[in-house]
């Protein structure tokens, strides 16, 4: 391996690790929980539905010939399979417009690299669904805005192309969510819609401020507990909307994971109660619950093997989130799958290609991580001889294992691609 491609090998395996060391399962769990309490004020929710996809990273196919230099860069990536962009985005666009839910929540990292072109070209497929009347509701990620390193690859080079500030993605994306909002934040792209007369979808954006991105602001944080109290006042349920976490759903999270501020944001989510958060970012399927039993569902990336999106039900007292794959056609269900698999095997051979068992040892990592990306811990199956090898290994995986191991034990529940809450 070269020196380059250990360090990448590292960071990604450091990032996967850091997601893991202070998890507890606690996902496909029903929440009966103290909201009883807070909310018999409120009236019953009328069934809703909201679908959401995070971190799409959509790309023109205007800005790529799929040379050798995207080949190369998609190849050493961190698992999306960007090889099927334009039809995953299509078919997830079909299916919204067929499902009709109540709003579609777009939670950041819309675009692969930031270029205008790829803001526009998806901000164009996403009229279809708000021409069938379903309200789109976006939100900046930190792969949005002034990117320095948006680019058009063609062959093996790339040259750099434009990217969009804060003010051109409010015109790109103002009939998704910003020309409709009830109140609008002036320092950031934050703002309040209404999905119905007692449900508000907050979404909370820390990506705007040049040089600050992933910095929740105390202006922002003054426009957020406005909202709130108003909220509150009026009776209506708050769902909030991040692209980073607002919670830690690891110990190591807060180098990139969260934002800095994500304390304050969920003191105050806690004191108004907030119904729960939907973020993204982490390209892994995850549920947290804080430690006074707020819920985070962070949502795996649309373009990262299974493909999820979240499709969420509110009905009466009782929300249901799932997790669906995204894809229907089997050939590119397998690709993408294979793609993220291979992408682990290929680093994990790396670390034990001089052993006799190498192809066994590297096939139990990929298998592992792809159902931990999937959020299904709960499907791995494990092998104590080839968890003694890899021990033996001088490398971040047996830490990774063991982590995932003892996430298992403390919870019972390890499917986070499931949550219910009733109140
Ligand atoms: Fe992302």
Redesign the pocket.
């Known amino acids: 391996m070269n020196r380059k491609s250990l360090i990448y090998t590292i960071i990604i395996i450091a990032s996967i690790i850091s997601i893991l060391l202070v998890c507890f399962g606690i996902g496909g769990k029903t929440s009966d929980s103290s909201k009883v309490e807070q909310y018999k004020e409120y009236s019953d929710l009328d069934n809703i539905s909201i679908w959401l996809a995070t971190?799409i990273?959509y790309i023109d196919p205007n800005l790529t010939d799929g040379g050798e230099y995207y080949q190369r860069m998609v190849e050493s990536g961190d698992g999306k399979y960007m090889y099927g962009c334009e039809e995953i985005t299509d078919e997830f666009i079909s299916q919204v417009i067929e499902a009709h839910p109540s709003a579609l929540i777009l939670s950041g990292?819309i675009t692969f690299n930031g270029a205008r072109d790829s803001h526009i070209a998806l901000a164009n497929k996403l009229k279809a669904i708000s021409d069938a009347g379903i309200p789109v509701i976006a939100l900046p990620?930190n792969?949005d805005l002034t990117v320095g390193r948006a680019a058009k690859f063609s062959g093996d080079s790339y040259e750099l192309v434009d990217s969009i500030d804060a003010s051109e993605f409010l015109d790109i994306y103002s009939d998704y969510g910003f020309s409709n909002a009830v109140a609008r934040d002036d320092t950031s792209l934050s703002y309040v819609t209404e999905i119905a007369p007692n449900l508000r979808v907050l979404v909370v954006d820390v990506n705007t401020v040049p040089g600050m991105s992933g910095i929740l602001t105390n202006s922002t944080l003054d426009f957020v507990e406005e909202q709130l109290k108003q909220a509150k006042e009026d009776k209506a349920y708050v769902i909030g909307v991040t692209h980073q976490t607002l919670l830690e759903h690891s110990e190591l999270t807060s180098q990139g994971m969260t934002f800095i501020n994500n304390d304050k944001l969920l003191d105050l989510y806690e004191k108004y109660d907030v119904l729960m958060n939907l973020s993204?970012?982490m390209?892994i399927q995850h549920i947290k619950e804080s430690n006074d039993g707020f819920v985070e569902i962070a949502t795996g990336?649309l373009m990262t093997a299974p493909n999820y999106h979240g499709e969420i039900s509110l009905n009466g007292r009782r929300m249901t989130y799932k997790a669906v794959p995204t894809i229907t056609d089997e050939k590119l269900s397998v690709a993408a799958e294979g793609f993220l698999w291979t992408n682990a095997y290929r680093q994990a051979m790396e670390l034990v290609e001089t052993q006799d068992n190498s192809a066994d040892l590297a096939g139990y990592f990929a298998d592992f991580n792809v159902n931990y990306i999937a959020g299904r811990p709960d499907l791995i199956q494990w092998d104590s001889e080839l968890n003694k090898q890899w021990e033996e290994t001088d490398s971040f995986v047996p830490v990774y294992f063991q982590v995932v191991a003892d996430e298992m034990e403390a919870s019972k529940q390890q499917n986070f691609s499931e949550y219910t809450i009733k109140w």
């Open positions: 971190d990273h990292d990620g792969h993204g970012h390209h990336a």
